[in-house]
């Protein structure tokens, strides 16, 4: 049985919204022709997926792998799933983390080949993730994790914690969101009349300075209540960020694991907060296992410490080290890794957080992934940018 016919394939060079290049590909087959563009992280884990760039910080390079090494061994070819696909391109690239021809080549022939089976097979896209993943859509629309204030590297440090998020507690997807806008809106009024006019970080946040760890924080709780409560926060911390000589350093003010740790419990009790991404650098498993023990109804969420790595969120979860994950595709390389890393994750009894990166582009597949995968959240920035507000706007339209 055919999966799918892949007939041509064109690759090009965009912008992502950081202004710095990035790939989108063209693939057709059988009256088809579906598209796929890859985002850039700037906050990255070590052991990611290798994204390949020229000296420059270009990726003519990655164009002509598309071209010289990719394309002629997909063209005119039928094939059976879509594993079958990645696997021929994990083939090509012959190493694990695709540092050859860079994980920024293979994942949107991935994705642009998921796209293409699903229009050949006359199929939504998040019901044919659900098919290839071989899980069954929840009727539960994932939640919002809106990124609504940036520091850390999203924003040059003007604050300590890369993401500040409203994640609203409605039962349906469109309150959730109509809910995000009206905080928002809400958000950037409180900011004005302490600070004026701020700039935005990578994600669309508000970024401003700050000297006091708890100010962000106390914005964003007024804001839920001015908005009509019915939410609670997320951080993304990315401690590895500011990690250095075996300590934190935070607000100039140098921590160590345990003094961080007593700051979180501080920030929980004092906030609405339930949701706490990468508190401590990647390698540090015994600092997450304790904090995890200390707060066992709170989302401890690994990202730059799981790497959408199927392996690391097994053996993460065997430490008790983590209950949530964030999933990013290009992480891992391609479709069927990431759907993997995925079902690993709901094997051992975590919620899925489908995300954004920092430097994105117009492309939504994340909402269908999150759709198709049944996830707990999407994870997509701040609809202030346009490159966020779609994926938002794509949710919506799949729930109906």
Same mark, same amino acid.
């Given at each position: 049985?055919?999966?799918?016919?892949?007939?041509?394939?064109?690759?090009?060079?965009?912008?992502?919204?950081?202004?710095?290049?990035?790939?989108?590909?063209?693939?057709?087959?059988?009256?088809?022709?579906?598209?796929?563009?890859?985002?850039?992280?700037?906050?990255?884990?070590?052991?990611?997926?290798?994204?390949?760039?020229?000296?420059? %910080? @270009?990726? =003519?390079? /990655?164009?002509?792998? #598309? *071209?010289?090494?990719?394309?002629?061994?997909?063209?005119?070819? $039928?094939? &059976?799933?879509?594993?079958?696909?990645?696997?021929?391109?994990?083939?090509?690239?012959?190493?694990?983390?695709?540092?050859?021809?860079?994980?920024?080549?293979?994942?949107?022939?991935?994705?642009?080949?998921?796209?293409?089976?699903?229009?050949?097979?006359?199929?939504?896209?998040?019901?044919?993730?659900?098919?290839?993943?071989?899980?069954?859509?929840?009727?539960?629309?994932?939640?919002?994790?809106?990124?609504?204030?940036?520091?850390?590297?999203?924003?040059?440090?003007?604050?300590?914690?890369?993401?500040?998020?409203?994640?609203?507690?409605?039962?349906?997807?469109?309150?959730?969101?109509?809910?995000?806008?009206?905080?928002?809106?809400?958000?950037?009024?409180?900011?004005?009349?302490?600070?004026?006019?701020?700039?935005?970080?990578?994600? %669309? @946040?508000? =970024?401003? /300075?700050?000297?006091? #760890? *708890?100010?962000?924080?106390?914005?964003?709780?007024?804001?839920? $209540?001015? &908005?009509?409560?019915?939410?609670?926060?997320?951080?993304?911390?990315?401690?590895?960020?500011?990690f250095e000589g075996g300590g934190y350093r935070v607000n100039g003010e140098r921590m160590t694991k345990k003094a961080l740790g007593g700051l979180y419990e501080k920030l929980v009790q004092a906030f609405p907060l339930k949701s706490i991404e990468d508190p401590f650098e990647e390698h540090d498993a015994e600092s997450f296992t304790a904090l995890h023990a200390a707060f066992p109804d709170i989302l401890i969420v690994g990202d730059d410490f799981t790497v959408t790595d199927p392996e690391r969120i097994a053996e993460v979860a065997k430490r008790e080290a983590a209950n949530a994950v964030i999933i990013k595709p290009n992480q891992i390389g391609t479709v069927s890794d990431?759907?993997?890393?995925?079902?690993?994750?709901?094997?051992?009894?975590?919620?899925?957080?489908?995300?954004?990166?920092?430097?994105?582009?117009?492309?939504?597949?994340?909402?269908?992934?999150?759709?198709?995968?049944?996830?707990?959240?999407?994870?997509?920035?701040?609809?202030?940018?346009?490159?966020?507000?779609?994926?938002?706007?794509?949710?919506?339209?799949?729930?109906?």
């Amino acid at each position: 049985m055919t999966y799918v016919h892949i007939e041509h394939i064109t690759a090009q060079e965009i912008l992502d919204s950081r202004g710095k290049p990035t790939i989108e590909v063209e693939i057709s087959g059988g009256g088809y022709t579906a598209k796929a563009a890859v985002p850039s992280g700037k906050s990255t884990g070590v052991n990611e997926a290798v994204e390949l760039r020229d000296e420059d %910080g @270009g990726v =003519s390079c /990655v164009l002509k792998t #598309i *071209e010289s090494e990719i394309t002629p061994k997909l063209i005119g070819t $039928e094939f &059976a799933s879509q594993k079958e696909i990645d696997t021929l391109l994990r083939g090509i690239d012959g190493i694990e983390n695709f540092s050859r021809i860079g994980a920024n080549s293979a994942l949107p022939i991935s994705i642009g080949a998921l796209r293409l089976a699903a229009m050949q097979r006359g199929m939504e896209l998040s019901d044919h993730i659900a098919d290839v993943a071989g899980m069954q859509k929840s009727k539960q629309a994932p939640r919002l994790y809106v990124n609504v204030i940036n520091g850390g590297a999203h924003a040059d440090f003007r604050l300590p914690f890369q993401e500040y998020m409203i994640v609203p507690e409605h039962e349906s997807v469109h309150d959730a969101y109509a809910y995000i806008v009206k905080a928002i809106e809400i958000l950037g009024e409180l900011i004005e009349e302490r600070y004026g006019n701020v700039p935005l970080g990578d994600e %669309g @946040g508000y =970024s401003f /300075v700050s000297e006091m #760890i *708890e100010e962000p924080f106390e914005l964003v709780s007024l804001a839920i $209540e001015k &908005a009509g409560g019915n939410a609670h926060i997320a951080i993304d911390v990315a401690a590895s960020a500011f990690f250095e000589g075996g300590g934190y350093r935070v607000n100039g003010e140098r921590m160590t694991k345990k003094a961080l740790g007593g700051l979180y419990e501080k920030l929980v009790q004092a906030f609405p907060l339930k949701s706490i991404e990468d508190p401590f650098e990647e390698h540090d498993a015994e600092s997450f296992t304790a904090l995890h023990a200390a707060f066992p109804d709170i989302l401890i969420v690994g990202d730059d410490f799981t790497v959408t790595d199927p392996e690391r969120i097994a053996e993460v979860a065997k430490r008790e080290a983590a209950n949530a994950v964030i999933i990013k595709p290009n992480q891992i390389g391609t479709v069927s890794d990431t759907l993997e890393a995925i079902a690993v994750a709901h094997d051992v009894g975590w919620k899925t957080i489908i995300s954004h990166r920092s430097g994105e582009t117009l492309d939504t597949f994340i909402a269908d992934l999150a759709v198709g995968t049944g996830a707990y959240a999407m994870k997509a920035g701040s609809p202030l940018q346009d490159v966020r507000r779609v994926k938002y706007e794509r949710l919506l339209e799949i729930v109906g």
